[in-house]
């Protein structure tokens, strides 16, 4: 199967899957999981994802059930990002941000018979110039600068114990994610990591009702000043 979507896109979703995501995710409601972990939103300021939509492209070629992979490119803007800034843009002002993603999915599928596994393992790229966290650009002096930004990351997710009706999917999941961005000069967030379990339908008369608990770890770069600062 070949998906595209092309327009205002992010690079995730409240309804389906689009890049570094887990089901489990939207169980939380902490910033920190919810639907995608937050470390690329925090190092690569040209990543969009809800509430905010930037033009893109997004092909998904997936040949089976249990495997895909997907690549996007966007006008990483973060210009956009800003609240006084509404109303029809059209424009393309970039610098570009990249990302691609690779997924393997065992026991994926209508005819899965085992418990399922879902694996994703990604990188972004982000366009543009960087200036460095240790810059002095006081007197005079040229600011350090960086050109482009990226991260990698993998995640995963996998059910651990079914109860009741398959039809109802009641059972227990475990996941984990792990963002690294090299870069310390210029990412606030070098590491990101965590992890969580998830339970559908625990009782049997509210199948829908989920329990969640997740955790999640961020220590910032030893060289990070107060804030970010980026150039296009």
């Known amino acids: 199967m070949l998906s595209i ?16 995501a887990s089901e489990y995710f939207k169980a939380f409601t902490s910033v920190g999981i919810d639907l995608v972990p937050l470390a690329p939103f925090l190092n690569a300021p040209g990543a ?5 939509a930037t033009w893109g492209a997004r092909i998904k070629f997936e040949p089976v059930d249990q495997f895909y992979v997907m690549g ?3 006008n990483g803007d973060p210009a956009l990002k800003d609240p006084t800034n509404h109303g029809v843009d059209f424009s393309l002002k970039g610098p570009p941000f990249v990302i691609g993603e690779v997924g393997f999915r065992p026991n994926y599928g209508n005819e899965a018979m085992g418990l399922p596994t879902n694996l994703k393992f990604g990188a972004y790229f982000n366009g543009g110039t960087f200036e460095a966290f240790d810059s002095s650009p006081a007197g005079g002096l040229p600011a350090n600068t ?7 990351y ?5 059910a651990i114990l079914r109860w009741g009706d398959p039809s109802e999917n009641r059972h227990l999941g475990i ?13 606030p967030v070098p590491y990101f990591f965590d992890t969580g379990l998830v339970a559908y339908g625990l009782l049997p008369s509210r199948p829908e009702i989920l329990w969640d608990s997740g955790w999640s770890t961020a220590p910032t770069a030893a060289t990070c000043s107060a804030r970010k600062r980026f150039a296009r």
């Open 5 to 20: 979507r092309l327009g205002r896109l992010t690079i995730n979703s409240v309804y389906g899957e689009e890049f570094l």
């Open 48 to 52: 969009f994802g809800y509430p905010f």
């Open 72 to 74: 996007g490119v966007y």
């Open 146 to 152: 960086a050109a482009g930004n990226y991260g990698l």
């Open 154 to 158: 993998a995640l995963g997710d996998q």
């Open 175 to 187: 996941f984990a994610a792990f963002n690294w961005a090299p870069d310390q000069r210029v990412n």
